[in-house]
Nanobody, 121 residues
């Protein structure tokens, strides 16, 4: 069973930094798109950033210039470097991975369990 395990969350003051990690284990398929989502209390889960297998990235406007998504394909690991954190960044951050089957007929999607990021003002 494929597992995605996030780490690196915590409590930080506004203006501070955190680095999240997501390790994918037990994968028998090539990992295509990876992404970070976040869900604030009482709100829907929203996309934060995506990264393709070749390293192409996209960000939601609210984090551009402050967050950097990256991945190490050899280690099946994705990162989210967050700087200049704001109270509105407070949320549970989830890792997402997309893995097509070898014949391309099926796409498997997986989620991590989430890691809490709390930014105090």
């Amino acid at each position: 069973q494929v597992q995605l395990v996030e780490s690196g969350g915590g409590l930080v003051q506004a203006g501070g930094s955190l680095r999240l990690s997501c390790v994918v284990s037990r994968s028998n398929h090539r990992i295509s798109i990876m992404a970070w989502y976040r869900q604030a209390p009482g709100k829907e889960r929203d996309l934060v950033a995506t990264i393709g297998s070749g390293g192409s990235t996209n960000y939601v406007d609210s984090v551009k210039g402050r967050f950097t998504i990256s991945r190490d394909n050899a280690k099946n690991t994705m990162y989210l470097q967050m700087i200049d954190l704001k109270p509105e960044d407070t949320a549970v951050y989830y890792c997402y991975a997309n893995m097509p089957s070898s014949d391309g007929a099926t796409t498997y999607t997986y989620w991590g369990q989430g890691t809490q990021v709390t930014v105090s003002s």
